[in-house]
């Protein structure tokens, strides 16, 4: 299989495992201690998606409409990670927020899988696979480094 999707399957699979985590989690200092895990995961992988994957394939017609849906999925990803973020983890209200936070980002993950690495895969050719795998492990390492 493409080596870039290998790599952000890998990723993907990562994510998911915290977010099984994070439902299961009742304990305010657990679910704080897991959160950070998972937006140092999530967000330099969705900034490097965003900036080195998405954009090339917007440029192709067989791909743009379901980037564009991706891109609209990280969007709304984003704005309830920062609802999470502020939100005390004792609330009751958190862990419904974070059982539809994960519902969301598995839908995200199963259509990227798809639909994405579908059109992606007749999109670009291997160079281009090659150049975007080298600058999305850069921007996502670049990325995670802020985080901290
Ligand atoms: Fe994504």
């Given at each position: ?18 977010l ?24 330099p ?12 394939l ?27 973020e ?35 895969e ?7 696979f ?10 996502k ?8």
């Amino acid at each position: 299989m493409n080596e870039f999707f290998q790599m952000l399957k890998k990723d993907h699979v990562e994510l998911k495992g915290i977010l099984g985590q994070l439902v299961e989690a009742k304990e305010p200092k657990k679910r704080e201690e897991l959160f950070q895990k998972l937006r140092e995961e999530l967000v330099p992988h969705m900034k490097a998606e965003e900036s080195t994957f998405y954009p090339p394939l917007m440029k192709k017609k067989e791909a743009r409409e379901d980037v564009m849906e991706g891109v609209e999925e990280h969007h709304v990803s984003d704005l309830v990670l920062k609802e999470l973020e502020k939100m005390p983890k004792g609330e009751e209200k958190w862990g419904a927020k974070m059982g539809v936070f994960k519902e969301l980002v598995e839908h995200h993950i199963k259509d990227e899988e798809s639909k994405v690495f579908k059109s992606a895969e007749k999109a670009l050719d291997p160079d281009e696979f090659q150049a975007i795998m080298a600058k999305f492990d850069q921007e996502k390492q670049k990325i995670k480094k802020t985080l901290k």
